[in-house]
């Protein structure tokens, strides 16, 4: 069982930057043996993944945001971090954090199995 707890957004200016950070609490299972990833969802549309990074550190990113958003983790801390930069206002929405048992990324949600409740990023241009 994990619970995850998304921080860190916020409202920015097309072009800035914000970290998100989401917090782990595992029981039974250690986090540094879940795969994470970060996903988004705009109003009326579908969750869409963002980027993830495995138990052995290989990150994976969707192509839009590649070169400009960086994920990382820190085992100690039982956190997962997600730097945006160079933000648009196409970035809008809801970001969720989320653990997967799986050995390398994949990109659909059914592969993850916990959740966080989510953070709101708006972007304006």
């Known amino acids: 069982q994990v619970q995850l707890v998304e921080s860190g957004g916020g409202f920015v200016q097309a072009g800035g930057s914000l970290r998100l950070s989401c917090g782990a609490s595992a029981s039974g299972r250690t986090f540094s043996t879940y795969t994470m990833g970060w996903f988004r969802q705009a109003p009326g549309k579908e969750r869409e993944f963002v980027a993830g990074?495995?138990?052995?550190?290989?990150?994976s990113y969707y192509v839009s945001v590649k070169g400009r958003f960086t994920i990382s983790r820190d085992n100690a801390e039982n956190t997962v971090y997600l730097q945006m930069n160079s933000l648009r206002p196409g970035g809008t929405a809801v970001y969720y954090c989320a653990a997967s048992s799986s050995v390398v990324v994949f990109t659909s949600t059914v592969q993850y199995r916990f959740w966080g409740q989510g953070t709101q990023v708006t972007v304006s241009s």
């Open positions: 990074i495995s138990r052995s550190g290989d990150s």
